[in-house]
């Protein structure tokens, strides 16, 4: 058994499984790159001698979608892309985008939407009808489950101050609802009469806290640009909060007139090409009014295009002004970044907050700048 490292790695990963008795490879992360690598390249042998072949001349659409799942999660940026133009340019790996039956058939989840979403550039008529059926399902998916989330975060809070239009036990406000009705106080019986039960209301406040939201629609971003504009919709219809939505490559593009429709907004996205955050960034300091109740929240891998120097000097004055800058590397459930850690680092020294969160811990971190 040969004793391998990172060069051995690549070497084994470039031969195959064909080299497997020879090379080993050691942990699982390698183990799911050489199984993704097979699943495509293995096609140069011919289907009749394929280890994975189905029973007939069409691949699995599932594992399709798994395998695109993995190769985005595994491989650099570039890497990916090249792998899945190998797939569908020379291995003809084309069903999802041509038969609408074949999509159907499908499990909609999150995995299948960024696939949709990757490849709704190449998708027409009836197949891209389909597509957006299946967009409309998973995000009335994710915007059921985060509005949860949201409601379980400090954002959801109980407001002490108004009144409920919606009355629950756990709502009641037993102070208040004493206090107003100990004018109907029964001597004689020693009992207090209730006329009028109050419940606590959620947070309204008179003057919004404004949150500008800026997403980096990279294909690396793909997962965090689906939360962020299902988030984005549930915020723009909290009380407390006036919600802005810009995606940007190295052009910005403003979202927030769409925040009612996250579907159209993921539509509108287009994934890919290069990223100037400077520009993004000099956007949406244009859209402070108020500094001291606005939160910038970036999300984007921190990989910037144009010029750093400008992106810190943006950076740097919206901090100043006294807004928050809130940089976020991953915005989804696993919150697991991949990102530009001395862009990171240099953020924070600026005043940024940084780091990955799920839409929860966002929603936490949002209600805690705005209590202080």
């Known amino acids: 058994m040969i004793t391998h490292g990172a060069a051995l790695n690549r070497w084994r990963l470039v031969l195959g499984k064909n080299a497997e008795d020879s090379i080993s490879l050691e942990g699982r992360r390698l183990t799911r790159m050489d199984d993704a690598l097979d699943f495509l390249y293995n096609r140069e042998a011919g289907l009749d001698v394929r280890r994975d072949a189905d029973g007939g001349q069409e691949e699995s659409q599932p594992a399709v979608v798994h395998w695109r799942s993995e190769v985005r999660e595994l491989f650099p940026q570039e890497t990916a892309e090249i792998l899945q133009r190998h797939a569908l340019d020379r291995y003809q790996l084309t069903a999802l985008l041509t038969d609408r039956e074949v999509l159907e058939k499908m499990e909609p989840d999150e995995s299948l939407l960024e696939t949709i979403l990757s490849l709704k550039g190449m998708m027409k008529g009836p197949v891209l009808d389909a597509a957006r059926r299946i967009v409309e399902r998973v995000v009335a998916q994710l915007t059921a489950r985060m509005q949860q989330e949201i409601r379980r975060s400090a954002l959801g809070k109980l407001d002490r101050t108004s009144r409920s239009a919606a009355p629950s036990l756990r709502n ?177 020294d600026l005043g940024a907050h940084v780091g990955a969160m799920t839409p929860e811990r966002l929603a936490d971190f949002m209600a805690g700048v705005m209590k202080t």
């Open 172 to 348: 009641l406000d037993i102070k208040r609802t004493i206090r107003k009705n100990l004018t109907h106080y029964d001597r004689e019986n020693q009992r207090l009469v209730l006329e009028q039960i109050y419940f606590n209301g959620r947070v309204q406040r008179h003057h919004p806290w404004r949150v500008i939201i800026a997403v980096d629609e990279s294909g690396s971003m793909l997962s965090s640009v689906i939360h962020s504009a299902v988030m984005a919709g549930i915020f723009a219809r909290l009380p407390m909060l006036t919600t802005h939505l810009v995606i940007f490559d190295t052009a910005v593009v403003d979202l927030t007139a769409r925040l009612d429709d996250p579907v159209e907004t993921l539509l509108s996205v287009q994934l890919g090409g290069g990223t100037d955050i400077a520009r993004a960034m000099a956007y949406c300091q244009g859209l402070i009014t108020q500094p001291r109740r606005t939160m910038v929240v970036l999300v984007s891998d921190l990989c910037e295009g144009g010029s750093r120097q400008e992106l810190y000097r943006i950076c740097h004055d919206i901090v100043e002004s006294g807004a928050r800058l809130i940089a976020l590397t991953a915005l989804n459930e696993q919150a697991a970044p991949d990102y530009d850690r001395a862009t990171a680092q240099t953020l924070a």
